[in-house]
Structure formats: C-alpha cells, structure tokens
Nanobody, 124 residues
Framework: QVQLVDSGGGLVQAGGSLRLSCAASRRIFSTYTMGWFRQAPGKEREFVATISWSGGSTYYSDSVKGRFTISRDNAKNTVYLQMNSLKPDDTGVYYC?????????????????WGQGTQVTVSS
C-alpha cells in the first residue's frame, strides 16, 4: 500500500507562487509514475501534470504549461509542483496521485493511490 500526504496549499494573490509537496510512504515510490490533479467546486477532477518514475518525462495540461513545473526527489520519496503566475482559475483542491505504470497518463482513473488533497485559493 502506498500512502500519499499532500501539503503546501494556501491563499495567494493572482501572479503569486506556491509549491506543493507530496510525500510517499514507501520506497517503491521510485518506480511509480506520479501525477497532480485538481478539482474546483462543481467541476470534475482535471489533470494538471505528471512525471515518469525516473523524472525523465513530464507532461502538463495546456492551462498550466509554462507556469507549473513538476519534479520529484526519489531519495526523499517526494514529488513537487511549483506553481508560478497563479490565476484565479487555478483555484481548487490539488491531489497528488501514484500509479504503477511506466508511461505517464493524464487519465485519473489509472492512478491507484491518492493523497488527501490540499486547498489552493488564488484571489484576484
């Protein structure tokens, strides 16, 4: 079983930055693809970013490309999401996710393990 703990959310003004962290409970983390998803009130969960187990491949949604950066430190069992130039549309609960597959995917149903979520609120 892989347990994930999200942290780093908060309230920030538009144009500001936040860095989210997701700590995993097991060393097997280093072989898992990791992803970040978000969900705004009344909306479906949407893909934000994903990173392969090695960190060599990353993918982003068009809405965050160029502003967000996903990275991982396998020695610390942690994945990060650096969010810059935040916009009010980025508001939502952000979840990290882990999946035991080698090719990253944007499909949230493929990820077996999820963090509890961390709230990000961007004011205008």
């Amino acid at each position: 079983q892989v347990q994930l703990v999200d942290s780093g959310g908060g309230l920030v003004q538009a144009g500001g930055s936040l860095r989210l962290s997701c700590a995993a409970s097991r060393r097997i983390f280093s072989t898992y693809t990791m992803g970040w998803f978000r969900q705004a009130p009344g909306k479906e969960r949407e893909f934000v970013a994903t990173i392969s187990w090695s960190g060599g491949s990353t993918y982003y949604s068009d809405s965050v490309k160029g502003r967000f950066t996903i990275s991982r430190d396998n020695a610390k069992n942690t994945v990060y999401l650096q969010m810059n130039s935040l916009k009010p549309d980025d508001t939502g609960v952000y979840y990290c996710a882990a999946g035991a597959f080698t090719i990253p995917t944007t499909e949230f149903r493929r990820y077996a393990y999820w963090g509890q979520g961390t709230q990000v609120t961007v004011s205008s």
